[in-house]
């Protein structure tokens, strides 16, 4: 059973950088994309982008000059970076199994919940 | 880009049926056949019940069932159940190449 497991700081101070990683078990990195995706307390989903197996990446148009992504095949992790964080980015942060296209989404970590404050 | 447009509630009675819209636009829902519906209960994880407009993961219900048509997508729950009420949200690939997410309608089973 593929699993997925987020991790990293809970708390990120305002400008600073915000740093996630998701761990893969259970199943391999490739062939598939990887997605990350985010919600504000209380709203909808957000698509921030994908990192394919092979490091390809695409990121959402309104967060493309703050984000970037990788992924490590030796570890079966996916990272996310996020820069210059205001308290709008305060969210549940997830990552999830695009799969052989970036939208099927069939597996998802649980989530972690990453507040921007002072 | 935008997202797509749901309504933010519906509502039906054990036993019926429910159908859920997802309009966007040529450049996403209507331009292909990559339209994913989810299912999200409180301070869970979302989980993908339909992808590729009709197709269902294996060990989701027959009752959840995805059409499209132009450039607008649904979901239709039939035999509603308690435990089907939660919030869903649709998805589509779009002509930039990126994922672009509905903004949710919370189900509510009477």
């Known amino acids: 059973q593929v699993q997925l497991q987020e991790s990293g700081p809970g708390l990120v101070r305002p400008s600073e950088t915000l740093s996630l990683t998701c761990s893969v078990s259970g199943g391999s990195i490739s062939p598939y994309f990887w997605n990350w995706i985010r919600q504000p307390p209380g709203k909808g989903l957000e698509w921030i982008g994908y990192?394919?197996?092979?490091?390809?990446?695409n990121y959402s148009p309104s967060l493309k000059r703050r984000v970037s992504m990788s992924v490590d095949t030796s570890k079966d992790q996916v990272s996310l970076t996020l820069t210059s964080v205001t308290a709008a980015d305060t969210a549940v942060y997830y990552c999830?199994?695009?799969?052989?296209?970036?939208?099927?989404?069939?597996?998802w970590g649980q989530g972690i919940l990453v507040t921007v404050s002072s | 880009q935008s997202a797509l447009t749901q309504p933010a509630s519906v509502s039906g009675s054990p036993g019926q049926s429910i159908t859920i819209s997802c309009t966007g636009t040529s450049s996403d829902v209507g331009g292909y056949n990559y339209v994913s519906w989810y299912q999200q209960h409180p301070g869970r994880a979302p989980k993908v019940m339909i992808y590729q407009v009709f197709k269902r993961p294996l060990g989701v219900s027959n009752r959840f069932s995805g059409s499209k048509s132009g450039n607008t997508a649904s979901l239709t729950i039939s035999g509603l159940q308690a435990e089907d009420e939660a919030d869903y949200y649709c998805s589509s690939y779009t002509s930039s190449r990126t994922l672009v997410f509905g903004g949710g309608t919370k189900l509510t089973v009477l």
């Open positions: 999830a199994r695009g799969g052989t296209v970036i939208t099927t989404n069939d597996y």
């Open positions: 990192v394919f197996y092979n490091g390809d990446t």
